[in-house]
Structures are given as structure tokens and as C-alpha cells.
């Protein structure tokens, strides 16, 4: 750049501030120039940081004076009886407020900060505590208990304990498991003001009293069912499959014709077994019939397995069959008793018609040959009757 360039420029900026110069005091801007400025198209004052007022000429406090003033931006000079950063501290607090007991002494000093001088026996920010149990022994109580002499007064001392401890002097942990909040055989683990439960295998939440479900990883494989237990689980697979986890494919057989009318089969399985059923071997030779094949009832349930009789359906078949015979071997005995009843040896018909003449001739020796007759569709009567009736007529 040419010197003569320069120097034209400087010209003109020196003739632009001139015009600037005029203009502003064209608008009679009265702000202080140093604290601030004129804005150029109000003619209001702009102040600089630290200044205040129309015409930036109050300066700013620092901020939180609460008695005092400034001269400088920033500042807090205390007025008469206030001290302290904040011109907050009243130098004359003792004597308006006496905040000393007991007959203290109240002391304030530079900063305004106040300070009581307790006389024999007392103690504390306004000496209002004798010197009691507390004071003396220096507060025995452990684990962060609380000495209490009832402000010095009590002439014994006591301590009030945290939540988790209690004792004379607070030197016991209250045991949390007291109470055996533990579910399911879990181990209970004291703490201070709590307790947390260690679970055994199945179990979980904060007293062990949820079980875990272990069926939640799906187990059971080829469509199995789970079923959910005390940290363990049982498949109920479906017909051709078996094993823990219903893992195992059972070998095609021949099975056994569908059941008839009223009997139905069960497609599953409990303990991870499969529901199989083993051809019944034909006895028959081609072109045979009508020969009796015997089927034992353990060849049948053997047999047919789970798809049969269940083991609640034979115990039911074993207790009908049971009465059955019971009701026919009942039955049989009462039938039998009443045939010896009228089985009993009757006496001959001479011994029956020569007892009755005998009878007959101790009262009408003739004409007793024609009562004697006996029919013998009626049936005789017995002896003992027929005794009975002789000794009566003899007597």
C-alpha cells in the first residue's frame, strides 16, 4: 500500500468521526461519556457494566449488600452500625438483642459475628445447657446414639439409639431376623436396620417366596408340555416321542385296533414317555374261527400301556369286581340257609299216625281212627309240637 494511499484514508476517517462527534452533540446527549453512551437513534444513554440510571451515573452494589453504598461498581461499603461482607451484621446485636443466658457475657466482633461467654456449669452457643451428665461424660453412647440429660438438668443420662440398635448405651444391633421373615428354608443375613434373605435353588424375591418358573426356556422339545416344579420341570410328550425332554423318537410299530364305542386314548405321556401300544399276536391259523383266544387282564394293561386302563381306572374295575362277588357270595349264603331250614329230617308217617292214636285213645278210644289221617300234601307237624300236646293232655 502506497503511503499516499494511507494517508487519504486516514483522512477520511478522521473526517467521519468529526461528523459523528457533531451529530452527537446536535442530539444534547447527557450521559456521562466515560460510564457510557448515546444511542445513536433514540439519543438514549447505553451504560457500561457496573452503571445505572438515566444518565450512567449510579454505580452497582455488589450484589447481596444489604446495608451499604458504592462508589466504584462492585462494591459494598457498610453504613453506620451494620458490618461484614454484606453490611448484614448488626455491630450493636448483643445490646438489642442479648442473645447470651445464664448471665453470659454477649461479645461481638470485627465481622459482626457474635460470641457468648458462659460462666461456670453452662455451655452452648447461648449457654443455655448446664453442664450436666452429657456434658461431663462426654456422651457414652455408641453406634451414633443421642445423650440426653434433659439439657443438663436430669440427673441421670440416656441415649437415644438409631434404627437397628437399642441397649443401655446403644451398644446392641437388633437381630432382623427375629422374626424369620425368610420363606422356603432361605437363610436369613442380619444388617444394621435390615435383613436380606439367601434363597435356595427354585426360589427368588426379597423374602424367597417366588418361585422360579423353569419352564420359561421352553424345555420340552417336539411340542412337549411342561409342567413346572420346585426347581425342576416334567414333559408330558405327545404319542411317538419320549425322554427327559421329550427328545427321544419312539421306532414305528404296528398298534393295536382303534378302541370301540365309549373308550377313548390319551395322546400324552407323563415323565417324559411316549405312548406306545404292541400288536396282539394272532393265535389263528388262516382259515380258522371260532377259537377262544385268552387275554390276561396284566396282558392287556402290559399291552396297551398308558392308552388303555389307566391305573385309577383299575383300581375302581378291581374294587367293583370285589363287591360284585361279595354281593353274590351274600346272596348265595342266604339262599342256602333257607334250603337247610326246610331240608330238617321230618318224621315218618307211622311214628306221626301212631303218636296221634296214642294221643287220641286217652280221650275217645273208637272214633280216633278216622282224625288220624294224615294228609300228606300238608306238611307233618313237627315232634316237638306233638309232645308238647301229649304232655298237656296227660297233665
Same mark, same amino acid.
Given at each position: 500500500? *502506497? ?65 451499604? *453504598? ?9 453504613? +453506620? ?7 448484614? /451484621? ?39 445447657? /448446664? ?19 434433659? &439439657? ?77 416344579? =420346585? ?6 410328550? @405327545? ?31 407323563? &415323565? ?12 389263528? @391259523? ?7 383266544? /385268552? =387275554? *390276561? ?23 367293583? &369286581? ?27 308217617? +307211622?311214628?306221626?299216625? +301212631? ?9 275217645? @278210644?273208637? @272214633? ?20 308238647? /300236646? ?6
Amino acid at each position: 500500500m *502506497s503511503p499516499r494511499f494511507s494517508y487519504t484514508l486516514l483522512s477520511w476517517v478522521s473526517f467521519l468521526l468529526l461528523i459523528h462527534k457533531c451529530t452527537a452533540q446536535e442530539t444534547n446527549c447527557t450521559c456521562y461519556q466515560d460510564n457510557g453512551r448515546c444511542d445513536d437513534v433514540t439519543g438514549e444513554c447505553r451504560c457500561d457494566p457496573g452503571w445505572a440510571g438515566p444518565r450512567c451515573a449510579d454505580c452497582v452494589r455488589t450484589p447481596g449488600c444489604v446495608h451499604g *453504598s458504592c462508589h466504584q461498581p462492585w462494591q459494598c461499603t457498610c453504613d +453506620a452500625g451494620w458490618t461484614g461482607r454484606f453490611c448484614d /451484621k448488626d455491630i450493636h446485636f448483643c445490646a438489642k438483642q442479648q442473645p447470651c443466658r445464664n448471665g453470659a457475657t454477649c461479645v461481638t466482633d470485627e465481622f459482626g459475628e457474635y460470641s457468648c461467654l458462659c460462666p461456670a456449669g453452662f455451655h452452648g452457643r447461648n449457654c443455655e445447657f /448446664k453442664a450436666g451428665p452429657c456434658y461431663n461424660k462426654r456422651s457414652p453412647c455408641k453406634n451414633g446414639g443421642l445423650c440426653e440429660d434433659d &439439657g443438663g438438668y436430669a440427673p441421670e443420662l440416656s441415649c437415644r439409639c438409631l434404627a437397628g440398635f437399642t441397649g443401655l448405651r446403644c451398644e446392641t444391633n437388633v437381630d432382623d431376623c427375629l422374626l424369620l421373615p425368610c420363606g422356603n428354608g432361605a437363610t436369613c443375613l442380619d444388617g444394621i436396620n435390615r435383613f436380606s434373605c439367601l434363597c435356595p435353588a427354585g426360589f427368588t424375591g426379597r423374602f424367597c417366596t417366588v418361585n422360579l418358573d423353569d419352564c420359561a426356556g421352553q424345555p420340552c422339545l417336539n411340542g412337549g408340555r411342561c409342567l413346572d416344579g =420346585i426347581n425342576s420341570f416334567h414333559c408330558l410328550c @405327545p404319542q411317538g416321542f419320549t425322554g427327559r425332554t421329550c427328545e427321544v423318537l419312539l421306532p414305528d410299530k404296528e398298534t393295536v385296533e382303534s378302541p370301540g364305542p365309549g373308550r377313548s386314548t390319551f395322546g400324552w405321556s407323563g &415323565g417324559g414317555g411316549g405312548n406306545q401300544s404292541r400288536p396282539i399276536p394272532n393265535t389263528h @391259523p388262516q382259515g380258522t374261527t371260532g377259537q377262544l383266544v /385268552k =387275554i *390276561s387282564l396284566k396282558e392287556v394293561v402290559t399291552q396297551q400301556g398308558p392308552a388303555g386302563l389307566s391305573e385309577e381306572q383299575l383300581v375302581i374295575l378291581l374294587v367293583l &369286581g370285589g363287591m360284585t362277588l361279595a354281593v353274590v357270595a351274600l346272596t348265595a349264603g342266604f339262599v342256602l340257609r333257607g334250603r337247610c331250614r326246610d331240608c330238617q329230617t321230618p318224621p315218618t308217617t +307211622a311214628r306221626l299216625q +301212631a303218636s296221634c292214636r296214642a294221643a287220641q285213645d286217652l280221650q275217645h @278210644p273208637a @272214633p280216633a281212627e278216622q282224625e288220624c289221617k294224615i294228609s300228606f300234601l300238608q306238611p307233618p307237624p313237627s315232634i316237638e309240637l306233638v309232645k308238647k /300236646k301229649l304232655n298237656t293232655e296227660v297233665i
